[in-house]
């Protein structure tokens, strides 16, 4: 069946190094996928979407292409600020049914 | 930007006991979800609707129950409550169709059963 796979749990940084979070995903249907961003005791937020293979988009720094080839949606930042230490979902649409989420990957950066 | 808001913020229940939880959006979205949120496991969908009527079952539905009564609200309910339903637990609505769908959650409820 569709799934999304998030392959770190935990990723530690100092401010302004780049980041890079893995997401993966499975899907018999044509992939629709998203990250989502959530701070310390808030709400999940979009952060940015896609549907189109190879083109990158963008919001609020963090920038993330679809590859079909490789079923992949990483999501990266050139310079990682203290504000962006979070907990970070990659989710895809299971079959036209209603959104899945991979586990999640919580972002720690220092000073 | 859409409002989502759930009631209760934190529950403590009994085992046995009977759960609602309640949640509320202003903005005429049809789609609504509940998920739950356990460390490890991300987001889990546990049931979401169309509009008002329609629930449908998600990912892990046992030991909850369902109610869309009106466009606006949308609860989960667990008839018999058990220490592993302890969680976060988010509704969240949706502002289009399906595959392209941004979703607008909750502050999210804590529940505590014991």
């Known amino acids: 069946g569709d799934s999304v796979t998030q392959t770190e749990g935990l990723v530690t940084l100092t401010k302004g190094l780049p980041v890079m979070l893995n997401c993966t995903y499975q899907?018999?249907?044509?992939?629709?996928l998203f990250w989502y961003v959530q701070h310390l005791n808030e709400a999940p937020k979009l952060l940015l979407k896609?549907?189109?293979?190879?083109k990158r988009t963008e919001h609020q720094g963090f920038y993330a292409t679809l590859h079909k080839s490789s079923s992949s949606f990483h999501l990266q930042k050139s310079s990682v600020q203290l504000s962006d230490s979070a907990l970070y979902f990659c989710?895809?649409?299971?079959?036209?049914?209603?959104?899945?989420f991979g586990t999640g990957t919580t972002v720690s950066v220092s000073p | 930007e859409a409002a989502v808001t759930q009631s209760p913020r934190n529950k403590v229940a009994v085992t046995g006991g009977k759960v609602t939880l309640s949640c509320n959006q202003t903005?005429?979205?049809?789609?609504m979800y509940w998920y739950r949120q356990d460390t490890g496991h991300g987001l889990r969908l546990i049931h979401y609707?169309?509009?008002?009527?329609?629930?449908e079952k998600g990912d892990i539905p046992d030991g909850y129950k369902a109610s869309r009564p009106s466009q606006e609200n949308f609860s989960l309910i667990l008839e018999l409550a058990t220490p592993s339903q302890t969680s976060v637990y988010f509704c969240?609505?949706?502002?289009?169709?399906?595959?392209?769908?941004?979703?607008?959650f909750g502050h999210g409820t804590k529940l505590s059963v014991l």
């Open positions: 899907t018999t249907y044509s992939p629709f």
């Open positions: 989710a895809q649409y299971q079959g036209g049914r209603a959104l899945i």
């Open positions: 609707s169309y509009g008002a009527g329609s629930t």
């Open positions: 903005n005429n979205h049809n789609n």
């Open positions: 969240a609505s949706g502002d289009e169709g399906q595959l392209n769908e941004r979703l607008f």
């Open positions: 896609s549907s189109t293979d190879n």
